[in-house]
């Protein structure tokens, strides 16, 4: 290989793993024009047409596919041994990008971060809040954050916080006027507010779990969001009722902003955990990080 090329083969590493432009020139700090002719300069180096581009998405020809698996590993191993050097050093160094929800930051992984960062200053977190499922080892992150169900299959997966129940709610206002729901069946009686979920573009359904009977209900409403805060406005501005964590909306609950209905159906279930592909044991920073995270009851 020659030298000249390495920064371009870390480029093409991102394009094929991140199959976007988009998202690997802003995960390589560099626009998506600049990245473009580099991906271009390469292939006319080689004499082969590494990915193939359309107006909607990119993806590895054969070639390109070929040149990822054989010198991604290379690349990974590289980056690993660079990383166990900080056991060389006085303090924990090193960089770590985790993938998660907002309400997970908000509420398990920034109470942690805060005095975490403050104490090992030469630690750097990067955190990227996103719904989507995303294949954390193929876009380069360290981490993922999921709820326990949800952890995807082959990682290795750690508590980092108490179990968690949803919670129905409307405001006072929208109660004045109209009847409680005593049954999730009574739902397509009211204006709900909906989440839609990048993986797959469909609309989250409302889980209820009763005893033995379980279900899932399709609601409708006015407006559908991307995110749990803004369904929160949404529900604090009397525009129907939204299906959120029960920790987010516990302090509009005891305020008196909201109203929670249904609480004999909504369960509990396995709260969020950081998981990992097992190779990143091999960081210092990261396992300071995963100490400091882990859940203790």
């Not at 480029?11 to 690997?24: D, E, Y």
């Not at 006027?177 to 989440?195: G, M, S, V």
């Amino acid at each position: 290989m020659l030298r000249e090329n390495a920064n371009d083969l870390l480029a093409f590493l991102a394009v094929a793993r991140a199959r976007s432009f988009t998202k690997a020139a802003a995960r390589l700090g560099v626009s998506q024009s600049a990245l473009s002719h580099t991906i271009r300069a390469l292939e006319a180096r080689l004499g082969l047409r590494l990915l193939t581009r359309t107006t909607r998405s990119v993806s590895p020809t054969e070639a390109g596919q070929h040149l990822m698996e054989t010198i991604g590993p290379h690349f990974e191993k590289i980056e690993i041994e660079l990383a166990a050097l900080s056991n060389l050093r006085d303090t924990p160094a090193g960089n770590i990008r985790i993938n998660a929800m907002d309400h997970a930051l908000e509420y398990i992984l920034w109470p942690v971060l805060k005095p975490f960062l403050a104490k090992y200053p030469d630690i750097s977190v990067e955190v990227c809040c996103d719904y989507g499922f995303v294949d954390i080892a193929a876009q380069g992150f360290d981490a993922g954050v999921r709820l326990g169900e949800d952890v995807a299959q082959g990682m290795i997966a750690t508590r980092i916080g108490p179990d968690m129940r949803m919670a129905v709610v409307g405001s006072p206002t929208y109660f004045a006027e109209r009847t409680r729901p005593k049954t999730p069946r009574d739902l397509t009686d009211h204006p709900c507010n909906n989440l839609r979920l990048p993986t797959n573009g469909g609309l989250y359904a409302w889980e209820f779990k009763k005893g033995d009977e379980s279900l899932k209900a399709r609601v409708s409403g006015q407006v559908t969001f991307n995110g749990v805060y803004q369904l929160l406005t949404a529900a604090l501005d009397g525009l129907g009722l939204s299906y959120l964590p029960e920790d987010l909306v516990a302090p509009h609950i005891a305020a008196g902003r909201l109203v929670q209905v249904l609480e004999d159906w909504c369960a509990p279930f396995a709260g969020f955990h950081l998981y990992y592909p097992s190779r990143r044991q091999a960081s210092p920073a990261f396992a300071l990080l995963l100490e400091a995270l882990r859940y203790r009851s």
